[in-house]
C-alpha cells in the first residue's frame, strides 16, 4: 500500500482530529447561520436585464432626468365592474390608492388619473400611476410590500401591476412552487437514501452536507447583498445543489469507506485516509468541474444571471469543503457504526456491486447490441432541438388570479394589447418633432403621447404599440424603430427590456456552451491523463444535454404532455433556459462521468486491462450513479409538477437530462465505448505525459 497523497493525508488527520473538525464547522455553520433567516428579505426580485443594454441606459436616464418614471414605475389598476368614476366607490378607492402610494418613501411621484389616458372611456377602469424612487430592486421589493395593502372592497379591485408588480408575483409564485415541490421530493430523498445506503445512520451522512452547506451559503449570500445585487432565485438553486452534491459525494465517499474499512482490519482512521485518496481525489475534481461549469454563466452581462450562477458556487464551494473535512472527521468517529441501522438486506460491506459487474460484463460481451439502440434513442430525442425556438416569458407565467396578470388582462381591455408594456423613446430636444413623426409612421405604433421635457435636455416619447408587449411583433418593431429614428433616440421601456436580454442570451449562449465544453473536456484530461476517454465522456455528456432539450422542445413549444403537466404551452422555451439550464445539466452529469471514469481509471491504473478497466469502474461506481440518479430524478420532477411554468421547464430539462445521462449514457453507452476503443481509450501521447501533472486515483 503505497503512502496516501495530500487529500489522504487531509482525511487522515481529519479522523485523527474528529472533534476539532466538528467544532470548526459548527463555528462556521453559527456564525454564518446568524445571518440565514435575513437573507430571503434582502435577496433580489429584479436584475433580469442585460447590462449595458440601450433599454438600460434609458431606464437609468429616466430615473436620473424624468422623476423615475421608468420600467420599474408602479400601476395600480382599479376595476369598478358596477362602478365607475366619479360614483363614491370607485373614487374611495382611487384616493386610499393614491394615499397607500404616496406613503411609502419608495415611490416619488403619483400621477392623478387622466380620462383617455389612465381612465377608460366607460369609466369603469382607473390606472393610478406613480414614478420610481429606487432603483428596480427595490422597486420590486415595495411592490412586495404594496400588493396587500391596497383598497379592496366595494365591488372595487385594485391590481398591482406593471413590471415591478409582474416580477414581485412571478418570484413570489416560482418561490412557493419551488419549497412545495422540495417538500414533496423529501420523502421520496429519505427513502431512496435509505435504500441506497442500507443503513439509518449513513443515510443521513448527505443530509449532514446539504444542512452545512446550505446553512453557510445562506449566510455567505446575506453578506454578498451587501456589496451586490443577488437575484431570489440565487437560493433556490443553493439548496437544490447542495442537496444533489451532498447525495453524490456522501454516496461515493462511503462506499469507498466501507470496502477501506474492511481492508484496514476495521482501522476507521486509515480507512478514511485510503477512501479520501481515491473517492476523495474524485469529489475534488468532480467539484472543481461543477463550479467551471457554473462560472461560464457569468460571461451572460446580467445581474440575474451572474447572482444565480454565484449563489450555486458557493453552496458548491462549502458541500465540497464539507465532503473533504468534516465527512472524514464523522466517518472516522463513526468507524463500523456508520452501517448501525442496517437494513435486513443491505450487505453493507460489498463496495464492489455483483450486479453491476455482471451488466458490465454482458456490455463487454455484446457492445454492439446494448450500445446501438442506447445512441440511436439520445439522437432521435435531440432531433427535435434543431427546431427549438426561445423567448422572454410572457404575463402568462404568473398565476391568473394574482394581481399582475388581473390587472394586465384589465389594461388591456380598457386601453389595447399595447398599453401593458408602452416603449419609452428618450430623443434630444431638438430631434424630439423627428422622432415623433418616425414613431407615428410605424405600422405597429397606436399612439405616441405628447413630449415631456426632462432635466437633462432631453424629451420622452411614451409610445403604446398595437401588439401584445410579449409578442414577436413588439420585438420587431424595437428593433424597426431603432433604426428608422434619427441620431441620439433610444428604445426603452419594459419590452425593450426584455427584448434585449434576449438577444443577449441568444449571442451569449454558444460562447458559454463552447467554453463549458472546452474547460470540461480540460479538466477531464488533467484528471484522466486520457484524451479520448476524456472526448468521450465530454461528448456524451453533451449529447445526453441535447436529448433533454429535445424532449423539453416537444413538452413546452409544441405542448406535448402540457395537459398531463397542467401548463398552457407558450410557443417557445424561455430564453433563458439553454444557457443556464445547460450549466446545470452538464455540472451535475460531469459528476457522474468523474466518479465512472475515476473508478475505470483506477482499475487500469491497477491492472493495463482494458476489459477489467470497464467492468470494474462499473461494478464500483454503478450504485452510486444510479442511485445518485435515482434521488435527483425524483427531485427534479416534483419540480416538473409545480403551479408555475419555470419550475416546469426546469424539473422536465433537469430531471430527463439526469435520466438519459445516467441510464442511457453512464451505465450503459460509455462503458460500451469503452470497449470499443479498448486500451486506446487510456492512451497518453509522450508530449501530454510530460505536460499534464501526475494524477492517480488508486491507493
Request: glycine share 10%.
Amino acid at each position: 500500500m503505497t503512502a496516501p497523497g495530500p487529500l489522504g493525508r487531509l482525511g487522515r488527520w481529519a479522523a485523527a482530529h474528529a472533534g476539532i473538525v466538528a467544532v470548526a464547522w459548527v463555528v462556521v455553520a453559527v456564525g454564518l447561520g446568524l445571518f440565514a433567516p435575513r437573507v430571503e428579505h434582502t435577496l433580489s426580485g429584479a436584475g433580469w436585464e442585460a447590462s449595458g443594454s440601450e433599454s438600460v441606459h434609458v431606464r437609468t436616464a429616466l430615473d436620473r432626468e424624468f422623476g423615475g418614471a421608468s420600467s420599474s414605475a408602479l400601476a395600480v389598476v382599479l376595476h369598478g365592474g358596477g362602478h365607475r368614476i366619479g360614483d363614491p366607490a370607485m373614487d374611495r378607492a382611487v384616493a386610499a390608492t393614491v394615499r397607500t402610494l404616496d406613503a411609502d418613501p419608495r415611490v416619488g411621484r403619483v400621477l392623478t388619473p387622466r380620462p383617455g389616458a389612465t381612465i377608460s372611456r366607460d369609466g369603469r377602469t382607473v390606472v393610478v400611476q406613480a414614478t420610481a424612487a429606487a432603483d428596480s430592486n427595490e422597486m420590486v421589493r415595495a411592490a412586495d410590500d404594496l400588493k396587500d395593502r391596497l383598497p379592496q372592497g366595494d365591488g372595487v379591485r385594485a391590481s398591482l401591476t406593471g413590471a415591478s408588480g409582474m416580477w414581485s408575483d412571478f418570484n413570489a409564485a416560482n418561490r412557493d412552487a419551488m419549497l412545495k415541490s422540495e417538500l414533496l421530493s423529501w420523502p421520496v430523498t429519505l427513502a431512496v437514501l435509505v435504500v441506497a445506503f442500507g443503513s439509518l445512520v449513513a443515510a443521513g451522512l448527505p443530509l449532514l452536507l446539504t444542512i452545512v452547506g446550505l446553512v453557510a451559503s445562506a449566510g455567505t449570500l446575506y453578506l454578498a447583498t451587501l456589496l451586490l445585487d443577488v437575484s431570489v432565485w440565487a437560493m433556490n438553486f443553493a439548496l437544490m445543489f447542495a442537496l444533489a452534491l451532498g447525495i453524490d459525494y456522501a454516496l461515493f465517499v462511503v462506499m469507498r469507506f466501507r470496502g477501506a474499512l474492511e481492508r484496514s482490519g476495521g482501522d476507521p482512521v486509515a480507512a478514511t485516509a485510503e477512501t479520501m485518496d481515491t473517492a476523495g481525489k474524485a469529489v475534488l475534481f468532480s467539484g472543481i468541474t461543477v463550479l467551471v461549469s457554473l462560472s461560464a454563466v457569468m460571461l451572460v452581462p446580467s445581474p440575474a444571471f451572474r447572482s444565480m450562477a454565484l449563489g450555486v458556487m458557493i453552496a458548491v464551494v462549502f458541500v465540497l469543503l464539507a465532503t473533504l473535512t468534516l465527512l472524514p472527521a464523522v466517518l472516522g468517529a463513526l468507524g463500523a457504526r456508520v452501517d448501525r441501522g442496517a437494513l435486513p438486506w443491505a450487505r453493507t460491506g460489498r463496495h464492489r456491486s455483483p450486479r453491476f459487474a455482471a451488466w458490465a460484463a454482458r456490455l463487454w460481451r455484446h457492445p454492439v447490441r446494448f450500445g446501438a439502440p442506447a445512441l440511436l434513442a439520445l439522437v432521435l430525442l435531440a432531433v427535435p432541438l434543431l427546431g427549438l425556438r426561445t423567448g422572454m416569458p410572457s404575463i402568462a407565467v404568473v398565476p391568473t388570479d394574482d394581481g399582475s396578470r388581473v390587472g394586465y388582462a384589465q389594461l388591456q381591455a380598457a386601453f389595447g394589447p399595447g398599453a401593458t408594456g408602452p416603449l419609452q423613446v428618450v430623443a434630444p430636444r431638438s430631434e424630439a418633432a423627428a422622432a415623433a413623426a418616425v414613431l407615428r409612421a410605424d405600422r405597429a405604433v397606436a399612439a405616441v403621447a405628447p413630449a415631456v421635457a426632462g432635466s437633462g435636455g432631453s424629451v420622452l416619447l411614451q409610445t403604446t404599440l398595437r401588439h401584445d408587449p410579449s409578442s414577436r411583433a413588439a420585438g420587431a418593431a424595437v428593433d424597426r424603430l431603432r433604426g428608422a429614428l434619427p441620431a441620439g433616440a433610444t428604445v426603452g421601456g419594459a419590452v425593450a427590456e426584455n427584448h434585449d436580454l434576449e438577444a443577449t442570451l441568444a449571442a451569449k449562449t454558444p460562447l458559454v456552451i463552447g467554453v463549458v465544453l472546452a474547460l470540461g473536456f480540460l479538466l477531464l484530461l488533467v484528471a484522466l491523463r486520457a484524451p479520448l476517454v476524456a472526448l468521450l465522456g465530454t461528448v456524451t455528456n453533451l449529447l445526453a444535454v441535447a436529448a433533454a432539450f429535445g424532449v423539453a422542445r416537444l413538452v413546452f413549444q409544441d405542448g406535448h404532455g402540457s395537459g398531463l403537466l397542467g401548463f398552457a404551452p407558450q410557443g417557445f422555451l424561455d430564453a433563458w433556459a439553454p444557457v443556464f439550464f445547460f450549466a446545470m445539466v452538464f455540472a451535475i452529469s460531469m459528476d457522474y462521468t468523474v466518479f465512472l471514469l475515476s473508478s475505470a481509471k483506477e482499475h487500469w491504473e491497477r491492472s493495463g486491462d482494458a476489459r477489467e478497466a470497464a467492468v470494474g469502474g462499473l461494478a464500483h461506481s454503478g450504485r452510486v450513479v444510479f442511485a445518485a440518479a435515482a434521488v435527483m430524478v425524483a427531485v427534479f420532477f416534483t419540480f416538473a409538477l409545480s403551479g408555475p411554468l419555470p419550475p416546469k421547464e426546469m424539473g422536465v430539462v433537469l430531471g430527463v437530462a439526469v435520466l438519459l445521462d445516467a441510464f442511457l449514457v453512464r451505465l450503459l453507452l460509455l462503458p460500451v465505448l469503452l470497449r470499443l476503443t479498448g486500451r486506446w481509450a487510456w492512451w497518453l501521447p509522450r508530449p501530454l505525459d510530460r505536460l499534464l501533472p501526475r494524477v492517480r486515483f488508486g491507493h
